[in-house]
């Protein structure tokens, strides 16, 4: 699914990844600064590897012997932060359909009421993100990121913002996200104990080196 053979260079950090990324779920855990949110921001293509290759589906996204660099828009990869990071003037309605309004009809994968239902988010959406629990806005940014069909769901510490009881809840979901979608999911955290809930395969990141564990 996903080839990693790459680094990167920034300001005296060096990221060195070589990888072959295949599980349903794929933990990617490490200590604070190791280089975790860098990682998944190459694979998401927000940051270019200053030398390598990156491939998806045996598809170059990046190359740096030809110059090929996939930006972030074209690979069809969905991004759930910490936060959420919803749209704080738009709706919740406006911000699911966020990303589905700029797919032709035959990309789209996901009815707006499948999403709805799988994440139980249908009474919210004409709240705006500031009326929502850190649970549902969570749910709500889950939701944003099916629906722009992604070929690949990138997670970057997505509970870490919660407390217990609020992650105990989200966990399921995103049992159901990987169960009835089967999109593969990639998800950074510093709690291994979620990429064992979720099933999920890890990978170790520490001082910018990425290892199988
Ligand atoms: N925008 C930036 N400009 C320069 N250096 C950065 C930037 N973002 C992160 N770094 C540095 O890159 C290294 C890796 O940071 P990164 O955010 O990838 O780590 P992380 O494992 O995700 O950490 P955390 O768990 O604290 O989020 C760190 O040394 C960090 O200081």
Redesign the pocket.
Known sequence: MLTLDCRFR????E?IAQAEITAPVTGIC????????????LIAGLLQPSTGTIAFDGEPLFDAANGAFVPAWRRHFGLVFQDGQLFPHLSVHANLVYGQRRLRPEERRFELQTVLDLLEIGQLLDRRPSQLSGGERQRVAIGRALLYSPRLLLF??PLSSLDRRLKAQILPFLRRVRDETRIPMIY?T?APEEIDALGGVSLD?DD?VLRAR
């Open positions: 920034r300001h005296g950090f990221l490490g200590p604070s600064g190791a280089g975790k949110s860098t990682l998944l921001s970057d510490e950074v510093h990141i910018g």
